[in-house]
């Protein structure tokens, strides 16, 4: 049934039959999975601030709305830009007011897509529901509150809470100095109420969340100082050493940049360990929780290690983490380093817990897992899709282990494209995998991989494509998307 209620104005939901009446989303991830409804419509946040040339007048980040039905005339297009109302924001990742977190709340339902700004710091609040179509501006929260009742900036995750409040993590204060703390909207009114954590207890860094109550438990990643990534990764800041691993490491070791993951109490809202994932976890990144709710398993994938650990509690309640997939680097000529590592930069988990899927960024390489056994991941499904090894690019590969390289360039539709995958969401049934690309000369495109769910297996779907280089007002980059109706790394369920 998903979210198929009629709704009102002020978010709720205005059903009143109570013996089928139940709030958004689905009641388990396996009822997604099984029951869904194919995907019509995506939203994906476009990103405009570093596109614009020094002559021109900066541009708006802006939602676009893609048509994704087959059945459709308008189908691959872009068919809606809501455009933000200021420049210069850096919209990233979006969460939703209610998800299925909220499904044994009748009166709550899912309307309002909540849109952070990485740069300004403020929040964007988007009706979805009134025209799917042509979503509208609801809401602006502007940076002055979030300052006031935080102290925080760099505004990253939002994730939906049972309670019917918005959490939206911060990397940092407002000097730029790192912080990883997290703040609350109230799921009415959208006013900040405060911040999360209890005072005293911010992390280190942050940048990803998600939360397991049946566990007692939250988990948060690490990236860097907002005063640091804004400036940019230059090894030549690290002297002479140009090893991948030693120059951020010594990032790391100035306090810029983070390798841990932090656990917290979700009741007590305190930190109550830091998981630190060594010189192979350098950046963790993205972090998800296997679906089932029962499950004390989650995954994390570190950018720069390149590599991706399971995290488990064991037997006396503390938690563990080990590396289950590892993905060396390349030797290479004429790049900024004699190592490209693959950079991963996304990491989503099927709804039926059976598949890890992982963009490798330099790479140009989007890989499926098969994670049946927890401990021990298979490969069993990769498909290159740009990246910085593609013929006629200039970087040479030298290792001899590697000798597919370099790879063909990207071409759909018999127009090559630029850039490389970076981030993904999956279709319900796990049969579709909706990719975004980046590069920051010509703007981005978001393609379509299908995927066998049988045996394992990815295929580039060649009638499917949307160049956001060629947008009415100028290249754009578009990166994460959501579903009208949630998806799997929106929605977080609850065990009854």
């Known amino acids: 049934m998903g979210d198929n209620v009629n709704i009102l104005g002020n978010g709720f939901s205005d059903k009143k039959d109570d013996t089928c009446c139940h709030g958004p989303g689905y009641k388990s991830p396996m009822a997604a999975y099984k029951n869904g409804p194919r995907e019509k419509l995506l939203y994906t946040v476009c990103v405009r601030s570093n596109l614009q040339k020094e002559t021109e007048q900066e541009k708006p980040d802006y939602l676009a709305t893609v048509d994704v039905d087959p059945d459709s005339p308008t189908y691959s297009q872009v068919i809606h830009r809501l455009l933000m109302p200021h420049a210069g924001d850096e ?73 019917g409040e918005v959490m939206i993590s911060g990397l940092g204060d407002v000097d730029g100095n790192a912080k990883g703390g997290f703040l609350l909207l109230n799921g009415s009114d959208f006013t900040v109420t405060g911040s999360w954590q209890k005072d005293g207890h911010a992390a280190p860094f942050g940048y990803d969340f998600w939360y397991q109550p049946y566990h007692n438990v939250m988990m948060s990643t690490e990236f860097g100082a907002p005063k640091a990534f804004w400036k940019g990764f ?97 030797k290479v000529d004429n790049w900024m380093l004699p190592d490209m590592p693959a950079l991963t930069t996304d990491l989503l988990l099927s709804l039926d817990d059976r598949f890890l899927y992982v963009t490798c960024w330099l790479f140009g390489e989007l890989r499926q897992y098969d994670i049946t056994d927890r401990q021990h991941p298979k490969l069993v499904g990769q ?26 360039p990207l071409t759909v539709k018999g127009k090559r494209l630029h850039g490389a995958c970076q981030m993904m969401q999956l279709s319900l049934d796990g049969r579709r995998l909706y990719v975004t690309g980046l590069t920051a000369e010509r703007g981005s495109w978001l393609l379509r991989v299908d995927v066998d769910t049988e045996k394992g ?40």
């Not at 990233?92 to 499904?103: D, E, K, L, Q, V």
């Not at 102290?151 to 994730?159: D, P, V, W």
């Not at 002479?240 to 809202?269: A, E, F, M, P």
């Not at 580039?460 to 754009?476: H, I, R, W, Y």
């Open 457 to 496: 297996g990815l295929t580039l779907n060649d009638q499917f494509s949307v160049d956001f280089g060629t947008e009415p007002d100028g290249p754009a980059l578009a990166h994460e998307m959501r579903y009208p109706g949630g998806d799997c790394t929106s929605d977080i369920w609850l065990a009854n």
């Open 91 to 163: 919209l990233h990742h979006t969460g939703w007011n209610a998800c299925s977190s909220c499904y044994d709340d009748a009166a709550c339902c899912r309307r309002y897509l909540i849109l952070p700004g990485l740069a300004s710091d403020r929040i964007y609040v988007v009706d979805t529901a009134t025209d799917p179509r042509a979503p509208a501006l609801h809401k602006v929260v502007e940076a002055a509150e979030v300052h006031e009742k935080t102290g925080l900036s760099a505004l990253h995750t939002s994730h939906c809470l049972a309670s």
């Open 383 to 408: 498909v290159s899709i740009g990246g910085a090894l593609c013929e006629g690019d200039g970087v040479v590969v030298t290792s001899k282990e590697d000798a597919g390289d370099p790879r063909p």
């Open 234 to 330: 230059n090894p030549a800041d690290v002297g002479n050493d140009v090893s991948v691993n030693r120059s951020i490491q010594t990032y790391v070791s100035t306090g810029l940049y983070g390798q841990c993951v932090n656990v917290w109490d979700w009741k007590h809202h305190t930190i109550v360990q830091r998981v630190d994932l060594g010189k192979d976890g350098l950046l963790p990144l993205e972090i998800r929780f296997l679906h089932d709710p029962l499950a004390a398993e989650a995954f994390v994938g570190c950018a720069l290690g390149s590599a991706i650990f399971r995290l488990f509690r064991k037997e006396d309640g503390k938690w563990d983490a080990e590396k289950v997939i590892s993905i060396p680097a390349k």
